[in-house]
């Protein structure tokens, strides 16, 4: 059922992103009186479609894409008859418009879904958005080692200003065993600290070691529980244990040095400060009250226009980051196991799809983004790699040549195969005990 259900979420998430995608390029070049003749989801043979007027419509047997083939594309003899719907009968300001359309469309897809989202409700833990002040730093973690202390606000990572504990879990995230210089405010100094990170996790993620300070919120709270019998109840804010600031990392580590022993928790609950006794459980040779704990969180709903603007927002910060991303990748500051091929792909939306509706649009909205903004990248099959040769074309004021054309598509298609092939491999060798050497036997 694992099985199926991944591939279901997988088709649903690219079927939306292909049709949406192709459907800019389908619309614009209607819209300019080019026809299109084919309308694919998938590459390589026909499976099944329909035919209707001039469009075949058609599913095809890779599903790792789509296309639309408009007629005269991708023909660059002058030479040959052309008929007033050729594709190389429009201006290249048509022709940029039909290109452009589909990564457009994709943006465009993930503005309205994080403005439908918006206006739903959002619940986000409350310490990403807080400036970012250290509040715990782990025992023996680089952060420890650099000389970092609780109280420390972060101002910048390798010259990048951070203001909230998102910007720094991605600045931090996206760099694993890398030499960060950490720029701090501590009182009233300034200080440069060096720290080389770690990595965690098979996607090589970036660790440092220090944290927020992040508050427990009870998410559940078990029957019969010492936490039920204590009064405590889901949405309350634990802010100190007998009179001491606890925070995420360290109240569970209180809670089960202390089997058998009264603890004054105070609490917020509904704007109100409340003080409650409760007994830790003894089990094994720890303490338990038995609560599903979680970072404090907030819900935020906005109006259309809020929902609009805080869309816009997130998705140009969301598009900085993709390019950071990409730069970093390129210099070798970021680790190609961050990458996520169709493999990834699949089992991120599998467990989209498990949470619930508004997570799968979340999702859908997120990758929609990225393929809007890699698709526009200067390489020759994809449509950035066409509107760079237009772009040329327009600089030099004449066409290039129908055998510079060829050269440039047949390197694009030697890159898109290395490019599929890499990220496939890439998905499959961080299930791999040993990464990329567990392929070299074979």
């Known amino acids: 059922m694992t099985i199926i259900g991944t591939i279901v979420a997988f088709l649903i998430v690219f079927g939306v992103l292909v049709f949406v995608h192709e459907f800019g390029h389908f619309f614009m070049a209607k819209l300019v009186g080019v026809r299109v003749e084919v309308f694919s989801f998938g590459y390589g043979k026909r499976l099944f479609g329909i035919k209707k007027g001039e469009t075949d419509y058609r599913v095809s047997l890779l599903p790792l894409g789509g296309y639309v083939k408009l007629l005269g594309e991708g023909m660059f003899d002058r030479d040959r008859p052309i008929t007033p719907d050729d594709f190389m009968a429009k201006t290249r300001w048509e022709r940029f418009l039909i290109l452009v359309m589909g990564s457009l469309m994709n943006i ?24 970012p002040v250290i509040g715990w730093i782990d025992p023996g973690s680089p952060a420890e080692k650099a000389g970092l202390q609780v109280e420390d606000q972060i101002l910048k990572i390798n010259n990048r200003a951070v203001k909230t504990w ?23 100094e300034l200080l440069q600290i060096p720290l080389k990170t770690e990595k965690v996790t098979r996607y090589e993620m970036g660790y440092a070691g220090f944290r927020a300070k992040i508050l427990t919120q009870v998410m559940m709270v078990n029957p019969g529980s010492p936490a039920e019998k ?3 109840k ?11 600031p606890v925070f995420f990392y360290n109240f569970v580590k209180t809670i089960e040095s202390h089997p058998e022993e009264p603890l ?17 459980r003894k089990e094994g040779n720890v303490g338990k009250i038995g609560i599903l704990q979680g970072p404090k969180s907030i819900t935020r709903k906005y109006s259309v226009l809020g929902a609009i603007k805080q869309s816009l927002k997130e998705n140009t910060r969301n598009t900085f980051l993709v390019i950071n991303f990409l730069k970093d990748l ?11 091929g169709p493999l990834e792909i699949a089992s991120f ?6 949470m619930g509706f508004m997570a799968m649009l979340s ?15 200067p390489i020759p099959v994809f449509d950035g790699g066409q509107i760079f040769v237009l772009m040329i074309e327009g600089i030099i004021r004449r066409d290039l040549s129908p055998k510079m054309r060829e050269i440039w598509m047949q390197i694009g298609f030697v890159i898109f195969v290395f490019i599929i092939v890499f990220v496939i491999l890439n998905d499959i060798v961080k299930r791999l005990p040993s990464g990329w050497k567990s392929l070299i036997p074979f």
């Open 108 to 131: 465009l897809l993930a503005i309205v879904l994080m403005a439908i989202i918006n206006m739903s409700g959002v619940t986000v833990p409350e310490y990403l958005e807080q400036p």
């Open 166 to 188: 998102n910007d720094v879990e991605i600045a931090v995230g996206s760099k694993p065993e890398k030499l960060l210089t950490v720029e701090i405010k501590r009182g009233e």
């Open 230 to 232: 204590a009064g405590l």
């Open 234 to 244: 889901p949405g309350d804010v634990i802010l100190a244990v007998n009179g001491q």
């Open 264 to 280: 004054v928790l105070t609490i917020e609950r509904q704007g109100q400060s409340l003080e409650l006794t409760v007994v830790p």
């Open 330 to 340: 390129l210099t070798g500051q970021a680790s190609t196991r961050q990458l996520g």
């Open 349 to 354: 939306s599998y467990a989209a799809m498990k």
């Open 363 to 377: 999702w859908i909205a997120i990758i929609s983004l990225q393929l809007g903004i890699l698709n526009l990248m």
